[in-house]
């Protein structure tokens, strides 16, 4: 994982037209095409604006933005005229006549407007507020009735409409349009009647609360903050969301000691002005009654029982030195950089292991790989290169759930005509946003797919299929697709999910070499790109060398004053819970839901029975209950610290609150490294980023510069990739996928974010429905080894004999009641009485997290 400023994404721009253009008596040069309103600003001239939205296409709802422009017999709207060489305007500050337009704007604005300023949410903020003081009259001269209606209205249970509040300005409606491609909001009725109402009969997008934050007046509010707080009481905090490995930059508002709103932050090389539902409102986690605020020890009567820190670290210390040497250590994937950092060379210094992994979900052995050699150190591909990619192929990975903001660049690309085709059992709600091509597939089958990709002759294929059902159409769309991924600049995008199909990450690397396309890793998690980077993994080091490599081992030793580094690779987090489960070693476990486990069940069970178990905690779990030691540790809010972003790109982050008798992980293990005088040397997380640092960068002085490799032919197969095994009558193969609202516990304390998940469905096609006798809505059970779960059934358009359902929902998981992964074969049936499978005996509970 190479780390980037993001200075490497200029690149030289052709010549680019300019026209001279004088504003308010100031000549300036810019672009052919720029909005009049944009050129003023350049000088440093702010045209009051309602509409207007530098992310969002002009539309020139409000007219507030009139200019006086030579030449035009009537004031022009500066939003929507481009300039013109030699083109003269006069905004407000220099015409008159612009300033009665504008005047006059403002009033009609008003008159149904109430005048509340100090009961509504939006006042100290609002830009209605604002023009009205610098733009308006100084009195009004409407003596009639204001036009009032009921309210608020909720338009989902997160945001609220206050229709009286609405200045027509369309900035909602444009974003539901232009940027989220979700038609949830939109303008009713026609001239003095028309309003802001919900499209169609349901409220339903990831992105609907960036509506609340352009809005330029009251009209729409968040639930959660909606009269709790002022502006003025406010501090505000610079953040970086956790929730995800988009890496959003935010603004967090809190007061008195506890968060009250998220806002996005201005980032135009990340997430724009945008971000996700989840990363605005799922910030209760840390404020909740059960937080831990003091260490706990197990007691010889087996009870957690409170102590102090002195003799918590003492008991974790002692513990922890007489199995140095056969502990390991699983990180789980939401730790900062610095937190990561400390726990990779905790294990190797302190414990003497290389048995550390952040993967604390289904992962594998080809997947380490693929991590070490295909992102470790690789060259890194930025959100920038996704709009100006000639191709993208999405391999296992569903953005709008995984990684919003990468769903959101994509659907910009692709509004520009960015081609993209995703690999997947069907066409997704996503898929469908991106107008993506579907290479449809049951579990088990990319490997065929991403092979015969990377087979396909090296010909420019200009045929378009009209139908891809029929394997005419399928070998079409397979040689169109492999011309386009063959273009320079295409990509492919891979997520978390490539590693559950054995042979799909390598089959991903062939095709990348056989067409020059690049490859993209892009976890869910916010913390796993930067636990790569610091060697989080059992055969990778800090800064991307490998266990093995002997000058590395000799370069770290010097730099973490040790005499020698352990050599072997070490375990897997499944290797150490195996281990854990015969019941030697120790384990150390920073932050680890165990729900994200293939078997929660055989997890929980090998952790109650390890020798020894070090948690470092937030709130108390599943993993906490068997623990000998918890220690309490800061959220994400209550400390320094950065994240990686999936780009490798740093999201420095300060404490926006005090932590409530909390310390951070990297304090935690180093003041345990103390106590068993073998110093860890990272006091505070500045520390840690400053050495990190300085071991990435002396490691890349040794390792030699790559060139990328130019395309190669794929040398024909010598055994066909091998296709899913077909199951028998009342059965079907397993795909299953993460939400981006999954009921985990960063959720909770959000129960009206909760509310707005999308129902838990499953998905089967219309044939294998008709095969166990069941219609759409009417409820499945799927059996797996351990038990069964039942969810509604939605008839799709996908690949016969699969079952898809959501990994994890408010009923169960797929790992807990299942005991099933990704592939498996499955028993469906439609659910009579009962459970639908008479016999199968009492289920296992497993707590959620």
Same mark, same amino acid.
């Given at each position: ?9 200029t690149v030289a721009a052709d010549a680019v037209e300019t026209v001279t253009v004088t504003i308010d008596d100031h000549e300036i040069s810019v672009p052919k095409g720029t909005l009049v309103i944009r050129a003023a600003e350049l000088i440093g001239v702010e045209i009051p604006r309602f509409c207007d939205h530098p992310l969002l296409d002009p539309v020139g709802a409000c007219r507030q933005c009139l200019v006086e422009i030579e030449g035009q017999r009537k004031p022009m709207a500066s939003c929507t005229v481009t300039v013109a060489d030699g083109m003269v305007v006069r905004t407000q500050h220099t015409s008159a006549e612009a300033d009665r337009a504008q005047e006059g704007v403002m009033e009609l604005l008003l008159i149904n407007h109430p005048l509340d300023c100090p009961v509504c949410d939006k006042g100290g903020e609002c830009p209605l507020q604002n023009q009205a003081m610098s733009t308006g009259r100084p009195q009004t001269r409407f003596t009639d009735t204001k036009r009032t209606y009921p309210k608020p209205i909720p338009l989902s249970p997160t945001i609220l409409l206050d229709r009286e509040r609405c200045v027509l300005c369309a900035r909602c409606t444009r974003f539901s349009e232009q940027v989220a491609g979700d038609p949830f909001i939109t303008l009713l009725e026609r001239g003095a009647l028309q309003q802001v109402g919900i499209y169609g009969d349901e409220f339903d997008s990831y992105f609907s609360g960036n509506t609340v934050q352009i809005c330029p007046v009251g009209a729409l509010t968040g639930a959660e903050y909606r009269f709790r707080a002022r502006p003025f009481d406010l501090t ?91 502990? @390991?250590? $699983?990180?789980? @994937?939401?730790?900062? %950089? ?123 294929? =200009?045929? =378009? ?12 769309? $397979? ?23 054995? @042979? ?21 998690? *916010? ?12 055969? %990778? ?17 010097? %730099? ?94 300060? *404490? ?6 909390? %310390? ?71 795909? *299953? ?74 009923? @169960? ?37």
């Amino acid at each position: 994982m190479t780390i980037t400023s993001g200075s490497d994404e200029t690149v030289a721009a052709d010549a680019v037209e300019t026209v001279t253009v004088t504003i308010d008596d100031h000549e300036i040069s810019v672009p052919k095409g720029t909005l009049v309103i944009r050129a003023a600003e350049l000088i440093g001239v702010e045209i009051p604006r309602f509409c207007d939205h530098p992310l969002l296409d002009p539309v020139g709802a409000c007219r507030q933005c009139l200019v006086e422009i030579e030449g035009q017999r009537k004031p022009m709207a500066s939003c929507t005229v481009t300039v013109a060489d030699g083109m003269v305007v006069r905004t407000q500050h220099t015409s008159a006549e612009a300033d009665r337009a504008q005047e006059g704007v403002m009033e009609l604005l008003l008159i149904n407007h109430p005048l509340d300023c100090p009961v509504c949410d939006k006042g100290g903020e609002c830009p209605l507020q604002n023009q009205a003081m610098s733009t308006g009259r100084p009195q009004t001269r409407f003596t009639d009735t204001k036009r009032t209606y009921p309210k608020p209205i909720p338009l989902s249970p997160t945001i609220l409409l206050d229709r009286e509040r609405c200045v027509l300005c369309a900035r909602c409606t444009r974003f539901s349009e232009q940027v989220a491609g979700d038609p949830f909001i939109t303008l009713l009725e026609r001239g003095a009647l028309q309003q802001v109402g919900i499209y169609g009969d349901e409220f339903d997008s990831y992105f609907s609360g960036n509506t609340v934050q352009i809005c330029p007046v009251g009209a729409l509010t968040g639930a959660e903050y909606r009269f709790r707080a002022r502006p003025f009481d406010l501090t505000s905090s610079p953040s970086v969301c956790e929730h995800c490995s988009s890496g959003c930059a935010q603004r967090t508002d809190h007061r008195r000691g506890k968060v009250l709103r998220r806002l996005a932050g201005d980032d135009p090389q990340v997430n724009e002005e945008w971000n996700c539902d989840k990363g605005r409102w799922a910030f209760s986690y840390p404020t909740l009654p059960d937080r831990l605020s003091t260490p706990l020890v197990r007691s010889p009567e087996g009870t957690l029982e409170p102590v102090s820190w002195s003799y918590a670290v003492d008991v974790a210390a002692r513990g922890l030195e007489a199995a140095r040497g056969d502990a @390991g250590v $699983i990180v789980g @994937g939401r730790a900062t %950089l610095e937190d990561a950092y400390a726990y990779a060379k905790f294990a190797r210094v302190v414990l003497d292991t290389n048995s550390i992994d952040f993967r604390a979900r289904a992962h594998s052995t080809e997947e380490s790989r693929f991590l070490a050699e295909r992102v470790a150190g690789a060259r890194p591909v930025h959100y920038a290169d996704i709009e100006r990619a000639s191709a993208v192929l999405l391999v296992d990975f569903e953005p709008e759930e995984e990684s919003p903001i990468v769903h959101l660049r994509l659907r910009k690309a692709s509004r520009a005509g960015l081609p993209i085709t995703t690999i997947a059992p069907f066409a997704s709600r996503g898929a469908q946003r991106l107008h993506a091509t579907v290479l449809a597939t049951a579990p088990g089958g990319q490997p065929a797919i991403l092979r015969a990709l990377g087979c396909a002759p090296a010909t420019t294929h =200009t045929h =378009t299929p009209a139908d891809t059902d029929t394997d005419t159409g399928i070998n079409d769309a $397979i040689a169109r697709i492999a011309a386009q991924l063959r273009s320079a600049g295409a990509l492919i995008l891979v997520g978390e999910n490539a590693a559950a199909t054995p @042979g799909t990450l390598t089959e991903v690397a062939r095709l990348a070499d056989a067409t020059g396309a690049r490859i993209a890793w892009i976890p869910r998690r *916010a913390g796993e790109p930067g636990a790569i980077a610091t060697g989080a993994l059992p055969d %990778l080091l800090p800064g991307g060398a490998r266990v093995s490599d002997p000058v590395a081992r000799a370069i770290l030793a010097e %730099l973490w004053q040790v005499p020698l580094l352990p050599s072997d690779s070490g375990n897997e987090s499944a290797g150490m819970l195996a281990a854990g489960g015969a019941g030697s070693g120790a384990l150390v476990i920073g932050g680890v839901d165990p729900a994200d486990l293939p078997d929660t069940a055989e997890v929980l069970a090998a952790i109650e029975a390890a020798a020894f178990v070090v948690s470092l905690e937030q709130r108390p779990s599943a993993v906490t209950e068997r623990a000998d030691v918890v220690f309490p540790v800061a959220a994400v809010v209550e400390k320094d610290g950065t994240f990686l972003n999936w780009e490798g790109r740093p999201r420095g982050f300060t *404490a926006a609150l005090p932590s409530a008798g909390a %310390l951070s992980d990297l304090r935690v293990l180093d003041r345990i490294a103390d106590e068993m005088e073998i110093p860890l040397r990272l006091p505070e997380p500045a520390v840690a980023r400053a050495e990190w640092i300085t071991v990435r960068d002396r490691l890349a002085e040794r390792r030699p510069a790559t060139a990328t490799a130019a395309p190669t032919e794929a040398a024909p197969p010598t055994e066909p990739a091998p296709q899913p095994e077909m199951p028998g009558p009342g059965r079907a193969i397993l795909a *299953a996928g993460r939400t981006l609202l999954d009921h985990g516990r960063l959720l909770d304390g959000d129960p009206r974010l909760g509310e707005t998940a999308r129902p838990a469905v499953l998905r089967l096609s219309a044939r294998t429905a008709a095969g166990i006798g069941v219609r759409d809505g009417e409820s499945v059970s799927v059996r797996g080894p351990r038990g069964y779960l039942s969810l509604p059934v939605e008839i799709t358009e996908m690949v016969d004999a699969v079952v898809w359902m959501p990994l994890r929902t408010g009923s @169960g998981s797929v790992y807990a009641d299942l005991g099933a992964r990704i592939g498996d074969h499955v028993d469906i049936r439609a659910t009579g009485t009962g459970d639908g499978f008479p016999g199968t005996g009492e289920i296992p509970v497993v707590e959620e997290m």
